[in-house]
């Protein structure tokens, strides 16, 4: 257990419609990120987030927004979906003192 | 950030010393070097990070020469668990983090 968490583990939609997935980061943790990873795919960084604040931006669609808020939890918002969204979401969090990343189980997400 | 090459893919089989070897010819004098696992539909795991020289844990060691432009994850006595995709990142904090491909490791009985 990394102590990343997310919500929800599933998630079916249909194309057009709107989703959040959620990620709360490991305690002491500032900063989250979150990753997409399509099947047989590397994870592809989409955007991170240090104390409520954006830090760094990937190959984030603008159809997806994020937020981080004041209790460090950030969540990913996914609108206008595609079938080509379909994919694991992943976040982490960062332990700022040994600079390493811990993942949580991520969000699996079908767009149908 | 510095690009990092790794092997695809690689095969080994059970018992056996592992070593999985990445280039980063640009690194910066700052930089870290970062291993992580990843199983199937599983986040990435952190395995090993050093700057110089050998690190050692409790599951591998990370052999970084003197130039430090490349660097060698060796996993001792694999088994058939250790099949998975291992990760080389380089980069210092507040980096965004980078994720390559990766390189398949099959184990085989």
């Known amino acids: 257990d990394s102590g990343v968490t997310q919500t929800p583990k599933h998630l079916i939609t249909a194309t057009g419609q709107r989703v959040t997935l959620r990620c709360s980061p490991r305690?002491?943790?500032?900063?989250v990120y979150w990753y997409q990873q399509s099947l047989d795919q590397g994870l592809q960084f989409l955007i991170q987030?240090?104390?409520?604040?954006?830090?760094a931006k990937g190959n984030i669609l603008e159809r997806f927004s994020a937020q981080q808020f004041p209790d460090l939890h950030s969540e990913l918002n996914l609108s206008s979906l595609e079938l080509g969204d379909s994919a694991l979401y992943f976040c982490?969090?960062?332990?700022?003192?040994?600079?390493?990343?811990?993942f949580g189980p991520g969000t699996r997400l079908t767009v149908l | 950030l510095a690009k990092t090459t790794q092997p695809i893919s690689m095969d080994s089989y059970e018992g056996q010393e592992v070593n999985i070897t990445c280039s980063h010819n640009?690194?910066?004098?700052?930089?870290?070097i970062t291993w992580y696992q990843q199983f199937p539909s599983q986040g990435p795991r952190f395995i090993i990070q050093?700057?110089?020289t050998k690190v050692t844990n409790e599951v591998a060691s990370l052999f970084i020469p003197a130039d430090r432009k490349s660097s060698t994850l060796s996993l001792p006595r694999v088994s058939l668990s250790d099949t998975a995709v291992y990760y080389c990142?380089?980069?210092?904090?507040?980096?965004?983090?980078?994720f390559g491909k990766g390189t398949r490791l099959h184990i085989l009985p």
């Open positions: 982490a969090s960062r332990d700022s003192s040994t600079d390493t990343q811990y």
């Open positions: 305690s002491g943790d500032l900063s």
């Open positions: 987030y240090y104390n409520g604040e954006e830090r």
């Open positions: 640009n690194i910066a004098t700052n930089d870290y």
């Open positions: 050093g700057y110089k």
């Open positions: 990142l380089v980069g210092h904090r507040d980096d965004k983090i980078i």
